[in-house]
Every structure is written in structure tokens, then in C-alpha cells.
């Protein structure tokens, strides 16, 4: 890890609120303002992203990115030490066509160096990611069929603040967290799973069907308290509440249902308590910003969801929370750290070595943007989050089961989601009148 991480990590710490001006997080004061200010939850999980990949333009003081604190650099090999670098750099096309790899094994040699880390090496603390991986990996998958360049950029590079207009706009007018990861450092399925129940339940692939986890869900939850909760889909290729069982055997596939219905229910002040909005995914055309889908094509999205909720009869009692699924193979220079397991639950798989890897759930994976948009919450740069012990940790996925038990009155699933920082403290007492009635118009710039 370069030097200037270290430094600014221990900045950042030090750096950190000390809630002198508000309730700290989880105490009776702020879960009681959060009941009197918040109504309904809008959750939108967008797809892989690295903060670095898609913040690591932004001005704003107190982030954590390339053009403010790096460069940041990776080498193209390795093995090989001495055959150069790429290093961060503003990106120049809006999306590509070279999927970085986001598996459990390609985050390992992303962050370790290794497809098989020494898993009591990492307990132990002796061994750190040094996040130095993502190009070796690029070019490894796709070295002979794209130049080597190109690879780099792919992975390394950043989006500006004009090229992503609505991105800045949510960065500059609400809360952005600093420092907010996915529970697995894996693909897709298992983080969504996740982020919806706490646990992916010992799945590391994306080689499971809806229908097929047990454990209990946000949707399961929000109907045994009696609350109302709808799963908007843009379109069919992503549908979080169906991979539960539960939704199939109580008949509440019904509550699975297309996005025109959100734009209605916005506009007639009839959204659920829990909105839970999947994009489209995950290529050409689609709007979860996972490649080859644009970029700019997921600003839309967000673009059309804010102005929807800005107008809304129930804008004055929304919390909206953006985030992503996980980092999708692209970097960040920022050590994913370790957290308590879920449960007992492993996963194994080959690498591209031969070799099987046991990953046991014992760590978050990459940093990604993660935004909260209400009326109720000022403009700011959030760091890291108190936990219910009272340990500084950084925010993850579970953090929103954790703030939702906090609003809604039950209890953490798991050990993950109870060393969870909660978010209810963001919550203010003031209503804001100042927020943007629109989002600026998406830049549509070179494929």
C-alpha cells in the first residue's frame, strides 16, 4: 500500500464526527426522530461500480478519490514488477466492453495479490490488501484480444464531474458516504441476497435460481409488521425479492411489479413503505451502469426516479438510499476491511490457478458510492459509522438492515447486520426547502 494511503486513512479517522450536534446513531433520540420524519424507504441498488471508477472525479472536500488524494497507480503485472504501471487517470468513454472480473478469486488477486490468500494470514492482521490487482486481472482475462491500454483505462480510470452531471448533483446536494462497501467481496446474486437478508447464505456464484434462499428477507419482514412494500422492476433481469422462497409460498409474487407503477404511485402519493427499485441489467441498453450498459444511461434513471420522488405528495417523509451491488472488478485504492461472519456458511471455489479457495464471509468487499437523498438530510461527506457497540467501522450493505430495524422495530438478523453501523443519526430535525427540483440533463458522451 502506497504511503499516502496509510496517511490518509489515519486522516480520515481522525477526521471522523463526533455527533456533538445530533443524536448519535441508534440512540432512543435519533430513532425516534427518524420515526417522526420518515415514512417511506426508496432503495435502488445499481450495479458494479467502484467509488474510484465512478467518484473519483468529484471535488467535493472530504472525499476520498483519485483527484483529490492520488494518484493512484497499479502494476501491469504482478509477477513482474518492473514492466510498468497504470494509474488513475479521467476516463473517456462512457462504457466498455470488457467486463472486469468481480468473482471472489478476481477479487482476491484484485486486493491480495492472490487468488488464494492466506485466509489465517488475514485473520491474523499480518496480511493487508494492498489493492494492487485490477490490472494485472484485466489483462490477464483479456490480454491478445484488446490492447493493453484500453485494459488499463477499463479498470483504472475515473468519470469527471461533467461527464456524469446527475452523479455530481447527488454528490453535491445530499449525504455521499465515504466509505460504504458490499458485504461480498463477490459477484452480483450473492451481494443482492445479501443486502436483502443479511447473509448470502454460503453463496459465492451466481449460479443459484429465484426461489431457492430460505432465509428470511426485508420483503418477509416488512409484511409481518404489516407494512406495505412493492420490488419495481425495470425489467425482468433482475427481481431481488423473487430469489426468496418465502415471497413464492405466502403469494407475494404480485408485489413484484414494473416501473411505470412506481411513477404512478410517486405521482398519486401511494409508494409502499419499502420501494426497492432493480435497473435494468446487464449490457447494451440497459440502465444499472454494469458493463457494456452506459453509464449515462443509468444517470437517466436516477434522474427520472429523483424528479418523480421531488414532486411527490410523500417527498416530505422519503428516505432515498442509492447504492450498488459491489465494485464489478473496477478499482479502488481504499482496503476493504473484515467484519463479523453471518453465520457459519463457506464457499469454495477453483481459481484460475487450479487451486480451491474456502472464502468464510469474514470480510466486506470493495468501497462503492453510496448516496442518501431526503428532505430531511443536509449536503455532506459521511466518513465511517459508529456501531451499535460503539466501534468506528466503515458502512456496508447491511447498514441498511440495520438502519430499517432501528425504523421499524425488529431485531438483527445476525451478527453481520448487528456490527453494522446504522445511518439514522443523517436524519435531521429541519425540513429542507433548498433541495433541486431537477437533476441536471445526462451526458451522453463517446462509447
Not at 57 to 80: K, V
Not at 226 to 239: A, H, P
Not at 272 to 288: D, F, M, R, V
Not at 386 to 409: D, E, F, M, P, Q
Amino acid at each position: 500500500m502506497q504511503l499516502k494511503s496509510l496517511v490518509l486513512m489515519a486522516a480520515a479517522v481522525a477526521a471522523l464526527p463526533e455527533f456533538s450536534g445530533a443524536p448519535r446513531p441508534g440512540s432512543p433520540e435519533s430513532i425516534k426522530n427518524l420515526k417522526d420524519k420518515i415514512k417511506n424507504v426508496v432503495i435502488m441498488v445499481m450495479e458494479n461500480r467502484s467509488f474510484d471508477n465512478l467518484m473519483g472525479g468529484q471535488t467535493l472536500a472530504g472525499l476520498e478519490n483519485p483527484i483529490q488524494t492520488g494518484p493512484y497507480c497499479n502494476p501491469l503485472n504482478i509477477s513482474l514488477p518492473g514492466n510498468g504501471n497504470g494509474c488513475t487517470e479521467a476516463l473517456d468513454f462512457d462504457s466498455i466492453i470488457d467486463d472486469p472480473d468481480h468473482s471472489i478469486s478476481g477479487n482476491n488477486l484484485e486486493f491480495y495479490g492472490s487468488f488464494t490468500p492466506d485466509n489465517a494470514a488475514i485473520k491474523a492482521g499480518s496480511l493487508q490488501p494492498d489493492m494492487s490487482g485490477f490490472l494485472t486481472e484485466q489483462i490477464r482475462l483479456y490480454g491478445g484480444k484488446q490492447d493493453e491500454k484500453i485494459l488499463q483505462t477499463q479498470v483504472i480510470n475515473y468519470y469527471t464531474e461533467t461527464q456524469v452531471p446527475v452523479i455530481t448533483a447527488l454528490t453535491q446536494n445530499f449525504v455521499v458516504f465515504n466509505h460504504w462497501h458490499s458485504d461480498v467481496p463477490g459477484p452480483t446474486n450473492p451481494n443482492r441476497v445479501a443486502l436483502c437478508s443479511g447473509t448470502s447464505a454460503g453463496k459465492g456464484k451466481n449460479n443459484f435460481k429465484y426461489n431457492t434462499m430460505t432465509q428470511k428477507s426485508i420483503f418477509q419482514q416488512v409484511t409481518e409488521l404489516g407494512l406495505e412494500w412493492k420490488d419495481y422492476l425495470v425489467d425482468t433481469s433482475i427481481q431481488d425479492a423473487r430469489w426468496f422462497t418465502w415471497t413464492y409460498d405466502s403469494n407475494n409474487t404480485h408485489r413484484v411489479v414494473f416501473m411505470d407503477a412506481f411513477y404512478e404511485d410517486a405521482r398519486l402519493g401511494r409508494l409502499p413503505h419499502l420501494a426497492y427499485i432493480n435497473p435494468s441489467c446487464c449490457g447494451e441498453g440497459t440502465n444499472s451502469m454494469h458493463p457494456t450498459g452506459r453509464v449515462s444511461d443509468g444517470e437517466q434513471l436516477i434522474k427520472d426516479v429523483y424528479e418523480a420522488l421531488r414532486a411527490s405528495p410523500q417527498w416530505n417523509e422519503t428516505l432515498w438510499l442509492i447504492t450498488f451491488d459491489e465494485t464489478g472488478g473496477f478499482h479502488d485504492h481504499v482496503p476493504p476491511p473484515r467484519a463479523p461472519r453471518p453465520d457459519n456458511a463457506t464457499h469454495t471455489e477453483t481459481t484460475p490457478t487450479g487451486r480451491d479457495y474456502t472464502f468464510t464471509f469474514d470480510r466486506l468487499g470493495g468501497r462503492m458510492p453510496t448516496w442518501l437523498i431526503s428532505p430531511w438530510a443536509r449536503a455532506a461527506v459521511e466518513q465511517r459509522g459508529v456501531n451499535a457497540c460503539g466501534k468506528t467501522v466503515s458502512y456496508r450493505a447491511t447498514s441498511i438492515l440495520r438502519t430499517l430495524g432501528y425504523l421499524w422495530g425488529f431485531a438483527p438478523y445476525n451478527p453481520r447486520v448487528k456490527d453494522a453501523p446504522s445511518f439514522d443519526h443523517l436524519i435531521g430535525t429541519e425540513l429542507r426547502t433548498d433541495a433541486p427540483e431537477t437533476f441536471p440533463t445526462v451526458s451522453h458522451f463517446r462509447s
